[in-house]
């Protein structure tokens, strides 16, 4: 058996080495280091990909949620209301720009903001809404847009680990995550499912004056060269990282059917099982499986991370600390929220190792020793 990892990014790299080889080598010939063709024919191609008019490409996803609130032109003190079970990028950029995070639950099945949670926290204050597709799935986006309009609201969504998810409305039309709301933001960090060999993010939006804005503030506020009629940063994706993207793009829906095949075979392993909660499948969005998260119920989770460990598996909790009890958020009065099931959740969640490359025998060697583990401490 090939050892296991959270994610196998050298035997992905190892069937398509010929393509990014060259692709690497034409970048390097050409010499076009910075806004190389490849970036324009990335963009172009996820747009297309995405259904969404417009892409930005930027530096990572960070500066992509970053950019975005930016190009709002939110006040300060304006309220932001986000889930505070993320990854601390979701949270971070909005005290950075000296907006007020206001953190609210997440559903404890889908581990996605709570839309009533969004509905009681809104305030005169409150300016937009950062619903993230937490480990590949979509938040509830047609109540949140609905909240959205009513309250007249902007919604950023942070899809960094759901690129590919489709969403379905009442309706049965069918969109893309990221290509909801007023504009949405995602990483291309090397782990994620679309993931360069570097740093790299991208923004997306259907609005042309907002795309007009996020590009200038993604490129020193810059209208024509040298004439800077806006505050912005210096953010880009680089032409080796486009050229490898545009690549990994064109299987980015077998890499999710992939990681899907692994997420089917664990819930197999572990239905009915009193112990531990599979990932919930909305009945309005499809997966794209970014992590396989258990919710454990009355089981030793530092005992099965460390049995686990033993046996040559790995385990991660995403994520330990939420947003609100991070000392960074302390002069933001992050003690004062009460987020119950945010803590609940805090405390139960372990992901097992997925990704596009996992073999049958490695997942049955996981799930055997999951429930071994968890059998013996019955
Ligand atoms: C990875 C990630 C980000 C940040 O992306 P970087 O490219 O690392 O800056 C933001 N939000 C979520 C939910 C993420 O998983």
């Not at 090939?2 to 970048?27: F, G, H």
């Not at 503030?217 to 800077?228: E, L, T, V, W």
Request: some cysteine.
């Amino acid at each position: 058996m090939r050892p296991i990892q959270m994610v196998d990014l050298q035997r992905q790299y190892a069937k398509i080495k010929s393509e990014v080889n060259l692709a690497i080598q034409e970048t390097l010939d050409s010499a076009a280091f910075i806004n190389g063709p490849a970036v324009n024919n990335f963009a172009v191609n996820l747009s297309q990909y995405l259904g969404v008019k417009h892409v930005i490409p930027c530096a990572n996803g960070t500066d992509a949620l970053q950019i975005s609130l930016m190009a709002l032109e939110l006040a300060p003190g304006d309220e932001v209301i986000t889930p505070s079970f993320t990854y601390v990028a979701t949270t971070e950029v909005i005290a950075l720009l000296k907006l007020k995070p206001v953190f609210v639950e997440v559903d404890r099945r889908s581990f996605c903001i709570d839309p009533a949670a969004i509905e009681k926290a809104i305030t005169p204050k409150t300016k937009a809404i950062v619903p993230v597709h937490l480990y590949g799935q979509s938040a509830d986006m047609e109540a949140i847009m609905d909240i959205a309009k009513r309250h007249n609201l902007y919604v950023i969504e942070d899809n960094a680990q759901a690129i590919g998810a489709r969403y379905t409305f009442s309706d049965n039309s069918v969109q893309k995550t990221g290509s909801i709301g007023t504009v949405g933001a995602t990483s291309f960090f090397p782990s994620k499912n679309l993931g360069a060999y570097g740093d790299g993010g991208a923004i997306f939006t259907n609005d042309d004056e907002l795309a007009a804005r996020l590009k200038m503030i993604a490129n020193h506020g810059q209208s024509k060269r040298y004439y800077h009629d806006i505050v912005g940063c210096n953010s880009r994706l680089d032409s080796i990282q486009a050229a490898i993207l545009n690549i990994k793009l064109g299987r980015l829906d077998d890499y999710i059917a992939a990681r899907n095949k692994a997420a089917d075979h664990y819930d197999k392993a572990f239905a009915g099982n009193p112990k531990i909660a599979v990932p919930y499948r909305s009945a309005n969005s499809s997966h794209a499986f970014h992590q396989y998260t258990l919710t454990l119920n009355g089981v030793d989770r530092n005992g099965l991370n460390e049995w686990l460990a033993s046996r040559n598996i790995p385990s991660m909790i995403y994520y330990p600390v939420p947003a609100h009890r991070q000392k960074m958020f302390e002069a933001f009065g992050g003690q004062n929220f009460d987020l119950e099931i945010t803590d609940w959740l805090t405390e139960r969640v372990i992901s097992l190792p997925i990704h596009t490359e996992m073999d049958e025998d490695q997942l049955a060697y996981i799930t055997e020793n999951v429930l071994s583990f968890i059998n013996k401490t019955a």
